[in-house]
């Protein structure tokens, strides 16, 4: 098989750690042709670690090199302007979440993509997770029943739990009510770039096609995990016949049911094992009769259960472009989830109106989201000749 020509488009830190250390990992897949950075001189550095060629402006790195696959680890305000580019240029995407900031600039990326017929797939971790996966399996084999309710709180927010609500879910959503609290707290200095006065907490509430409903609440300074927030966090859902809280499977028979309602509980394992003195993820399995089982399908890159997960994202848009397959998690998966994160948003902005899903014009929140944007950069976000050269600083 022979390998990609891959380019790394942002070099910060999520860029190097994640995206080009698993690029690396999978050298039978990818070449590392070049590393991309408005920070040239930081792009310089990292490039000649690897002995691959730098660019500071994505422009010069498309006209230079033979690319199969670019990765774009930029800051989401860029995404929409790098990704376009790059379809109009040819080149096939894996891109970090999310996709974009707004469906309007999302929608620029879609037709691109399917005008230039190239593959993008959306770096989304969580239905790619392990753990997530094992869950669906418990769902799809039915031991919990038809799912009622999901719930997460603290555990992460928008596109990351939207995507996981709809995993767990498996229905497309139809309605949206946001509530939204935003409240003076005291400075909290999270990092140099990150600091807090005001704490902007939301919650929502999801309907399903299917009947099932999603709870969800967060706020950026739980991410941070400042003033003692996320100091736990609560993950369940709830079936007919059993339900899934957190990493634990509670499972009920007919005759526990009639008979107070108690359920066994089978806790979800992880089993590791040492391959060349490294702890490598072997499988996920609950030990019912029959037991469930997951296994690592991917036991020749030697990674822990953290990476799977990416692993599995560069994979799919290796075999996408390698075999002119759809992507696993494409861009209307990406618009999907951020489609949620808006009407939340909306919903809140109208006082805990419901909103139907789709969505089918722009939304007042989206206007303030642009207005925002250009007043930041002195751009509107859809001059995306002019954002694909504009340097975006990390937030």
Known sequence: MSKLNIALIGAGGRGTAVRLSHILIMNDVFNLVAICDRDEEKARKIAAEHN?????RVQDLVKQETLDVAAVSTPGDSHHAICTYLAEHGVNIIVETPIAITLPLIDLIIDAVERNGVKLEVAENYPRDAMHLMKREVIDKGLIGDVLRIYSFFQTGGYHI?????MMAAAEATKVTGIAMETPIPRVNVSDIRQYTRENWSMGVIDFANGAMAFTAYSAIYHACALG??????FQVDGTTGTIVENDVHLTTEEQRLNGGRAT???????????????ILDRVEIETDPPVIWENPYPQYKVG???LAIIEEMDSIAQAVLNNQPTRYDACEGRKDMELQIAMGESARRGRQPLDLPLTSVTPHEEEIHQRFAKRYGHDPMDVEILVDFFFPKT
């Not at 691959?52 to 500071?56: K, M």
């Not at 927030?229 to 609560?234: D, G």
Request: aromatic letters at 8%; charged letters at 25%; hydrophobic letters at 30%.
């Open 265 to 279: 509980v089978y806790p979800i394992k992880v089993i590791t094992k040492e391959v060349d003195g490294k702890r």
């Open 229 to 234: 927030r996320k100091s736990a966090t609560f």
């Open 305 to 307: 259960p953290g990476s």
């Open 52 to 56: 691959v060629h730098a660019y500071g």
């Open 162 to 166: 939207m995507s996981s609500l709809r």
